[in-house]
């Protein structure tokens, strides 16, 4: 039951609100309206603020990004990868070359084990096998093909080749000519860098032009040159200018112009 706002305040009956003196006076008066389009109004306000802020933020993200890109692309033309393109792990199974010292070990048989060392020919010779090349074979190659030699003397021989001293095939060797402290030819090792053959042939003389440095490598019956800075790799120790090295390689070091 609903009646008068004043005769029934404080007896728990409902009130009608439109019948409200405040109500009445509101609503007259115009501001229930103004009231209302003030809160829509600052609720879209807020509203458009936070747009504004995510397009903000979104914008100088993508700014931030093109200007990181760019940076990147004006500095990636002279990076390690593209300075050379040795792979990073190199397929290599070292084959024996002229001088290497072999260990030739016969089971159950002592007297035909031996020591030698490879011929300039690449042939090697030990008893019961005479003249058998060497050279370009693996140890486990060399190995079998002195069991097949030995099996015409004695029943199953089981042959284990080691290499106890590495020169390498000619072919597969890293050469360094020019202004190093010992220019010599190295045996390429597995993973080997052009720091590694800094350090075995003694650094750089102090005439050399250590970053007019080169790499000659040929690949594919092709040959070509590779740019490698060896002062800034040995003097400021710049680790980005440590290049893979490849079987084969030729390293140059000119002399500095005075």
């Known amino acids: 039951m609903v009646v008068g706002d004043e005769e029934n305040m404080g007896t728990g009956l409902a009130v009608n609100p439109d019948r409200s003196p405040v109500v009445r006076q509101v609503k007259r ?3 229930l309206p103004l009231m209302v389009f ?3 109004s600052r609720a879209d306000e807020g509203k458009s603020m936070v747009r504004m802020q995510l397009m903000t933020r979104l914008l100088t993200a993508s700014i931030t990004g093109l200007i990181a ?3 990147v692309a004006s500095c990636g033309g002279y990076t390690g990868a593209n300075r050379i393109s040795a792979p990073e792990a190199y397929a290599y199974d070292y084959v024996i070359g002229p001088g290497d010292a072999l260990e030739i070990f016969v089971w159950r048989n002592p007297d035909l084990s031996r020591s030698v060392i490879v011929r300039p020919d690449g042939k090697i ?3 019961l096998v005479e003249d058998l090349i060497a050279g370009g074979r693996t140890a486990t190659q060399l190995a079998n093909e002195i069991e097949a030699v030995l099996s015409q003397y004695i029943r199953d021989p089981l042959v284990t080749v080691i290499v106890s001293d590495f020169q390498g095939v000619f072919e597969k060797q890293v050469r360094v000519v020019g202004e190093a402290t010992q220019p010599q030819a190295l045996p390429y090792r597995a993973g080997m860098t052009a720091l590694d ?5 003694g650094g750089l003389t102090e005439f050399a032009a250590g970053n007019r ?3 000659v490598r ?3 019956g092709r040959q070509r040159e590779i740019r490698v800075r060896l002062d800034d790799l040995i003097k400021d120790g710049d680790i980005n200018a440590n290049v893979k090295m490849a079987p084969g390689d030729i390293v ?3 002399e500095a112009w005075f």
């Not at 053959?197 to 042939?201: F, P, S």
């Open 29 to 31: 008066s115009g501001i």
């Open 69 to 71: 890109s760019v940076v």
């Open 213 to 215: 440095a080169k790499i």
């Open 218 to 220: 040929t690949a594919s």
């Open 38 to 40: 003030g809160i829509l």
């Open 125 to 127: 010779s030990a008893p």
């Open 197 to 201: 053959v800094m350090i075995a042939v």
């Open 252 to 254: 140059i070091i000119p």
